[in-house]
């Protein structure tokens, strides 16, 4: 069971007695036409528990963006905000990897701002290609140091994830990255809409690295003329029964992330607040169902 300070706070009803409790939040990510203010309170309004603020330029919770009366009413609204986004790469030049560390810095100050008692955790995928990983492990593991180390000297906890199509895109590659730079700043996220797509087996990668992971972030994806197409919660062949039932069993609680992806906010007619009621409905009743809620 991942019994952190953030997910004690979160659920301690449920912890108190000895059950598992799974919260669910969504990424603003996902909305990036909205005004951050909007979209938290429409989240709220779903159902949902918590919400992730997407940090990467061009959102409008970009830190930048959001100057100190944003951050006062992010705060003032008491609604939990677990994590927040970005979009590193490890392998980058030196130039860029100091711009990283910068951004760190500064996704630091925004967490501690609008949350100073459980500051929500920063999250990031790490780049690369699966040919390549061999070549270029060492040189990962080395700037995730970096990035682990700052973190830590800023009071944040780092959370990464493998990917399909990026050089740790299985289980066993990130717990070698993990391993690797083994500092308490840094944990994997468990997300199997990446998994799927490389044919791993569901208890096998929760088995694996779900004990390793902060949190769980859900969507669904297909192969379409061989690359990656992502979609919702539910829209795939992902068994959120199935899923939920071995969560229980881990006696798993935690946060659980809806994330809805680039490629469904390119389509024409996308709309932000749709797709999150839609995700709702589909995971938050079989939660339920599993008593994980």
């Not at 780049?127 to 009071?155: F, H, Y």
Request: charged share 25%; aromatic share 6%.
């Amino acid at each position: 069971m991942s019994l952190t300070r953030r997910a004690i706070l979160a659920a301690p009803m449920a912890l108190a007695a000895g059950k598992p409790a799974v919260r669910l939040s969504i990424g603003l990510y996902g909305m990036q036409s909205l005004p951050v203010d909007l979209a938290i309170q429409e989240i709220r309004k779903i159902g949902y528990d918590g919400a992730e603020l997407c940090l990467m330029a061009g959102w409008p919770s970009e830190p930048s963006e959001l100057d100190a009366a944003a951050r006062k009413r992010i705060r003032a609204t008491g609604f939990p905000i677990p994590s927040m986004i970005e979009n590193f790469n490890t392998l980058v030049s030196d130039t860029v990897h100091r711009a990283t560390l910068e951004r760190i810095r500064a996704a630091a100050s925004l967490a501690h701002d609008i949350s100073p008692e459980a500051p929500p955790v920063l999250q990031s995928v790490l780049g690369g290609k699966p040919p390549e990983w061999d070549q270029v492990k060492a040189r990962m593991a080395e700037r995730l140091a970096d990035w682990a180390r700052v973190a830590a000297e800023n009071k944040i906890l780092l959370t990464v994830k493998s990917h399909v199509g990026s050089a740790p895109d299985t289980p066993e590659k990130l717990i070698w990255l993990l391993d690797q730079v083994h500092n308490p700043a840094l944990k994997g996220i468990y997300d199997y809409g990446h998994f799927e797509l490389v044919n791993i087996n569901l208890e096998k990668s929760l088995d694996l690295l779900l004990l390793r992971s902060e949190f769980i972030t859900v969507k669904d994806g297909v192969r379409v003329d061989g690359a990656p197409r992502f979609m919702l919660p539910g829209e795939g062949t992902i068994d959120y029964r199935r899923y939920a039932a071995k969560l229980k069993a881990m006696r798993w609680s935690g946060w659980m992330l809806v994330e809805v992806s680039r490629q469904l906010q390119m389509i024409a007619g996308f709309d932000p607040l749709a797709a999150a009621r839609k995700s709702y409905a589909h995971l938050a009743p079989i939660l339920r169902d599993a008593g994980l809620r």
